[in-house]
């Protein structure tokens, strides 16, 4: 690549915040309800998600017209996610990215619907013919979306995670438990492009695979900084998860064991799809990128 990777998240990500705000603010009403779904969307997130949402609307040729309304709705979801992530009941945590979260800056019920709204307000981007003019299309990405969101996705992901704490439980259900909360959405804003672009069914399903084992190394990196980071750092209560006895691949073996396992899945995955990254050889580059961040944990 000419541009290194860090420039061009960067300046995806500021690219996406100007719009992604402009759309809030323009869609919104002023009230308290729609300052704490503001407040907890533009939140200084790294915006790996709509980064992603870009390089395969790059490959697929999708407009950004298009596909910032994708990241839109993707980053509606995960804004949710954190703020009901962050709730007393669930993960309870003070702090979200050095700042306060939603239900300590507003209070608790504000900060559910608050997550209950913009939940919402990602299938209304995604139903809206802006998204994309052939309602066939949006009726695909608003099904795939909600079959990501629910018992088998994201929320039955979490409460595993929530079940899973203090338990002892091997490495399958944890793996199982991480595709569930974490790689189901990476998941969606990879083959999200190639849905709005109409790409073949092959295609489509390597986007899929790639968002998997994307998000897999993702929430790895999440849990090894959890454990060896700062406050200032994370941005939230360090150690959380060893204190509140989560259920993690480190937990379940160690750190070393986690990046070894984590390095041989990224290399299979490249291996098993050269014909796709001969193609799109951004998409290793993006890859190896996110595994180097725990590289450096390795002894």
């Given amino acids: 690549m000419s541009i290194n ?6 300046l995806k990500k500021k690219e996406f915040d100007i719009y992604y705000r402009n759309l809030l603010e323009s869609t919104l009403s002023k009230d308290e309800l729609s300052k704490a779904m503001i407040y907890g969307s533009i939140n200084g997130g790294k915006r790996i998600r709509p980064f992603l949402v ?31 992530d962050d709730l007393p009941s669930m993960d309870n945590d003070d702090f979200r990215r050095g700042k306060l979260s939603v239900h300590k800056k507003f ?21 809206d013919k802006k998204t994309h003019k052939e309602s066939k299309i949006r009726i695909d990405l608003v099904k795939k979306l909600s079959l990501i969101l629910g018992s088998k996705g994201l929320a039955g992901g979490q409460s595993l995670d929530l079940l899973f704490e203090n338990k002892n439980v091997n490495k399958n259900q944890i793996l199982n438990m991480y595709s569930m909360k974490t790689s189901s959405l990476f998941s969606f804003c990879c083959s999200g492009p190639f849905i709005l672009a109409k790409k073949n069914n092959r295609d489509i399903k390597f986007a899929e695979k790639y968002g998997d084992i994307y998000g897999l190394v993702f929430q790895i990196v999440d ?4 454990e060896t980071s700062s406050f200032k750092m994370l941005g939230k209560t360090p150690g959380k998860d060893l204190k509140q006895g989560k259920s993690t691949l480190i937990s379940c073996t160690s750190i070393q064991d986690t990046i070894i396992f984590c390095e041989n899945e990224i290399f299979k995955f490249i291996k098993t799809n050269k014909i796709f990254f001969k193609k799109w050889n951004i998409l290793e580059e993006i890859l190896i990128a996110c595994f180097k961040k725990i590289k450096k944990y390795k002894k």
């Fill in 5 to 10: 990777l860090n420039t061009l998240v960067n």
């Fill in 54 to 84: 870009s390089i395969f609307a790059k490959i697929a040729r999708v407009s950004s017209a298009h596909y910032l309304r994708l990241s839109s709705s993707i980053e509606s979801i995960h804004s949710y996610s954190l703020i009901h």
């Fill in 107 to 127: 209070n608790e019920a504000i900060a559910i619907l608050a997550g209950d709204a913009l939940h919402d307000l990602a299938f209304e981007i995604l139903a």
């Fill in 223 to 226: 849990d090894i900084i959890d």
